[in-house]
């Protein structure tokens, strides 16, 4: 597609319930990240994969949450018994390849999740 | 390990004048590369301008310039002519080694009509 698209943009669940978050990165872009943004905060680096590797999940803040990549494009972000902290802006982006920094980083629009 | 450090978290700007927000940086990488992106209240994220480590100039877009001072670590952000449109949160963000580029806490800017 012609940019990184994000679904839902907006997530409403119950503490406790599991949700999953999609990421459609752009046609042909190997490297996928996710980041957490919370009210007024930074960007929190949660996972990050590259082509068919094994993806770096150094970023993720448990157990529940989990990441998969299908078919090196589309991505899912799962998380698990969510909790109030959890609720956050969860933004994907994604880049022709990790290492080839001139060509930056493109963002989706984000899903805003809210656990009440 | 790398880490971007922006202090300003706002600043305030006339229209039509001139502002810089401030980022260093701190890197254990030989090559890597600098970005700016700028997020309005609708939340996307966008690029704004890039610097690589080795570029001797500084990076321009537009009203966008990036005063890179690779001795100081730092690379600030200019933004000439200031518009009302500009008024958002910008984001400094280093890219390296690890693959994972990492970003500022972000500085607020409002312009002033």
């Known amino acids: 597609g012609a940019g990184v698209s994000q679904s839902p943009s907006n997530k409403v669940t119950e503490k406790g319930k599991d949700v999953e978050l999609r990421c459609d990165p752009i046609?042909?872009?190997?490297?996928l990240y996710w980041y957490r943004q919370s009210l007024g905060q930074g960007l929190e680096f949660l996972i990050y994969f590259q082509g068919n590797s094994a993806p770096d999940k150094s970023g993720l803040p448990s157990d529940r949450f989990s990441a998969e990549r299908t078919g090196g494009s589309v991505s899912t972000l799962t998380i698990q018994r969510t909790q109030q902290e959890d609720s956050a802006v969860y933004l994907c982006?994604?880049?022709?390849?990790?290492?080839?920094?001139?060509?930056?980083?493109?963002f989706g629009s984000g899903t805003r999740l809210t656990v009440v | 390990a790398q880490k971007i450090t922006q202090t300003q978290p706002g600043m305030f700007v006339q229209e039509k004048e001139a502002v810089t927000l401030d980022c260093t940086y701190d890197t254990s990488d030989q090559s890597y590369g600098l970005f700016w992106y700028k997020q309005p209240s609708s939340g996307e994220m966008i690029f704004l301008i890039y610097q690589g480590s080795y570029d001797e100039q500084n990076a321009t877009e537009g009203r966008y310039s990036l005063n890179f001072q690779k001795a100081r670590k730092s690379a600030n952000l200019v933004i000439s002519a200031s518009q009302l449109g500009d008024s958002a949160m910008y984001f400094c963000?280093?890219?390296?080694?690890?693959?994972?580029?990492?970003f500022g806490r972000g500085t607020s800017l409002i312009v002033h009509p």
């Open positions: 963000a280093i890219g390296g080694g690890s693959y994972i580029p990492t």
């Open positions: 046609s042909g872009h190997t490297a």
């Open positions: 982006a994604s880049s022709l390849e990790g290492g080839l920094l001139y060509y930056g980083y493109t």
